[in-house]
Every structure is written in C-alpha cells, then in structure tokens.
C-alpha cells in the first residue's frame, strides 16, 4: 500500500439518541445518530400495521362524482 493516501481507521462510538452506544471502527470518528437497531420500531416489533381496508372504496367514493 502507499504510504500517506489512507485515512486513519480507529475506534468509533456510535451513539444513539435513545442513549444506546455501539462501538466500532470507522475514519470518521465517534457519529451521533437518531435511530439506531435497538430502538427501530422495525427491529422492536413496535411497527404499526397500516390498515389498507376501504382505502379503494375511500377513493372510488372521492372521484366518483369528477368522473361523471
């Protein structure tokens, strides 16, 4: 490898918003973040399901009148 083109990679800290910390290596340095796996509704299980039911009815009833 040269010598002199690569950034330094040393111990990181990623810390979420939640107060998680995680640490890893990375050239940026230590990053701050919103959301991260331990407080994801995604990754929690806490995610709502969106109800989809009469949504086409809903849209039918909406523009039946301007199609006519």
Request: net charge positive; aromatic share 8%; glycine share 8%.
């Given at each position: 490898?040269?010598?002199?083109?690569?950034?330094?990679?040393?111990?990181?800290k990623?810390?979420?918003?939640?107060?998680?910390?995680?640490q890893?290596?990375?050239?940026?340095?230590d990053?701050?973040?919103?959301?991260?796996?331990?407080?994801?509704?995604?990754?929690?299980g806490?995610?709502?399901?969106?109800?989809?039911?009469?949504r086409v009815?809903k849209?039918?009833?909406?523009?039946a009148?301007?199609?006519k």
């Amino acid at each position: 490898m040269k010598k002199g083109i690569h950034p330094e990679y040393n111990e990181a800290k990623i810390i979420c918003a939640c107060g998680s910390i995680i640490q890893t290596r990375s050239t940026q340095g230590d990053l701050h973040v919103e959301t991260c796996s331990s407080c994801h509704p995604f990754y929690t299980g806490k995610q709502k399901d969106i109800e989809a039911i009469g949504r086409v009815e809903k849209f039918r009833k909406k523009y039946a009148t301007a199609a006519k």
